[in-house]
């Protein structure tokens, strides 16, 4: 398996985690935390991951395959991509009535769930994260 | 500059120089990257030039305007970005088949086209349901330590692993 893009993301994870609050708690910064719902964030979640997998491309990938010459990734991922999302906004009206809110639970972050002071939170997802990947440099490539 | 013109840069350098691009888009922009809203506005501008005012009246494209935006210049640039670092690299090449898929599946451009397209068009649905894909999900929302963002990365590579692995393994 390639671990590539999780090597990526969880040291982009780490970097912008950290600075970020640190601007915020200098009054530099504000967050802007995306709200979710088990019938948004879970279903619809579930469902990316199945066109991520049929793809192999994610779609900020995908923009940067198509800048190195990928054809798959311009004729095939980017027009797939523009038709799922205009299926979407023909279908949203009846899913934001029936599914979109179920178990929703706004705009919450892991400080105000746990109640804990943010970098209660941020040092130790910090440190899992290294060593997450400590253990995937290590183990498995 | 040598690393101006190097075939690839270790996956840790890349993420850092991710990380440090969301403090300048936070600090300047009070903004987080993402992508896949860009893909909803361009869909809606061209469902605009075929249904004029009907599109813009739909309820999705009142909270997405179909409008060029500050992410949608992010993707664009993304793009430029990617194209500049092939050329300097001389990675720059027309491919319609990737290496991976060609070993499993051959070297069939159609095939290809058809699994992309359809792989695509899920991810499409899937990253507007979710409110956002691995980029505003996966790095913006998770550094924000957001709660959604997690439950949608956890989701996200647990659909992306099983299909990947199905496909892989059982149809191959």
């Given at each position: 398996m390639d671990f590539t893009v999780v090597k990526i993301m969880l040291s982009a994870v780490v970097v912008g985690k950290i600075g970020v609050h640190l601007f915020r708690g200098l009054g530099m910064a504000q967050l802007h935390p995306k709200s979710g719902s088990i019938g948004s964030t879970v279903i619809g979640g579930l469902i990316f991951g199945v066109g991520f997998g049929i793809l192999g491309y994610c779609p900020g990938t995908m923009v940067g395959a198509v800048g190195q010459g990928s054809l798959d990734a311009l004729f095939g991922g980017i027009v797939g991509m523009l038709i799922g999302a205009g299926i979407f906004s023909e279908m949203y009206p009846k899913l934001e009535r029936?599914?979109?809110?179920?178990g929703y639970f706004g705009e919450l972050t892991w400080p105000q769930l746990l109640k804990k002071n943010h970098w209660a939170v941020i040092i130790p997802v910090a440190i899992g994260i290294a060593a997450l990947l400590f253990v995937i440099d290590r183990f498995a490539s | 500059m040598e690393w101006l013109i190097m075939e690839r840069w270790s996956p840790y350098v890349v993420g850092f120089g991710i990380g440090l691009l969301s403090w300048v888009t936070f600090l300047l922009s009070d903004k987080a990257i993402g992508c896949s809203t860009a893909f909803s506005r361009t869909s809606g501008m061209i469902e605009r030039l075929f249904r004029g005012a009907r599109t813009e009246a739909k309820p999705y494209y009142k909270k997405f305007a179909p409008s060029v935006d500050w992410e949608w210049m992010l993707v664009v640039g993304v793009f430029i970005g990617a194209f500049l670092s092939a050329e300097l690299s001389g990675q720059f090449q027309g491919q319609w088949v990737p290496t991976k898929w060609a070993e499993t599946f051959g070297n069939t451009p159609f095939t290809r086209w058809i699994v992309a397209l359809i792989g695509g068009t899920i991810m499409g649905i899937g990253a507007r349901w979710a409110g956002g894909c691995t980029s505003g999900h996966g790095i913006s929302g998770t550094l924000q330590l957001a709660v959604s963002s997690w439950l949608a990365v956890i989701c996200f590579f647990i659909g992306g692993v099983a299909t990947a692995m199905l496909m892989y393994n059982v149809l191959s």
């Amino acid at each position: 398996m390639d671990f590539t893009v999780v090597k990526i993301m969880l040291s982009a994870v780490v970097v912008g985690k950290i600075g970020v609050h640190l601007f915020r708690g200098l009054g530099m910064a504000q967050l802007h935390p995306k709200s979710g719902s088990i019938g948004s964030t879970v279903i619809g979640g579930l469902i990316f991951g199945v066109g991520f997998g049929i793809l192999g491309y994610c779609p900020g990938t995908m923009v940067g395959a198509v800048g190195q010459g990928s054809l798959d990734a311009l004729f095939g991922g980017i027009v797939g991509m523009l038709i799922g999302a205009g299926i979407f906004s023909e279908m949203y009206p009846k899913l934001e009535r029936n599914i979109l809110n179920k178990g929703y639970f706004g705009e919450l972050t892991w400080p105000q769930l746990l109640k804990k002071n943010h970098w209660a939170v941020i040092i130790p997802v910090a440190i899992g994260i290294a060593a997450l990947l400590f253990v995937i440099d290590r183990f498995a490539s | 500059m040598e690393w101006l013109i190097m075939e690839r840069w270790s996956p840790y350098v890349v993420g850092f120089g991710i990380g440090l691009l969301s403090w300048v888009t936070f600090l300047l922009s009070d903004k987080a990257i993402g992508c896949s809203t860009a893909f909803s506005r361009t869909s809606g501008m061209i469902e605009r030039l075929f249904r004029g005012a009907r599109t813009e009246a739909k309820p999705y494209y009142k909270k997405f305007a179909p409008s060029v935006d500050w992410e949608w210049m992010l993707v664009v640039g993304v793009f430029i970005g990617a194209f500049l670092s092939a050329e300097l690299s001389g990675q720059f090449q027309g491919q319609w088949v990737p290496t991976k898929w060609a070993e499993t599946f051959g070297n069939t451009p159609f095939t290809r086209w058809i699994v992309a397209l359809i792989g695509g068009t899920i991810m499409g649905i899937g990253a507007r349901w979710a409110g956002g894909c691995t980029s505003g999900h996966g790095i913006s929302g998770t550094l924000q330590l957001a709660v959604s963002s997690w439950l949608a990365v956890i989701c996200f590579f647990i659909g992306g692993v099983a299909t990947a692995m199905l496909m892989y393994n059982v149809l191959s």
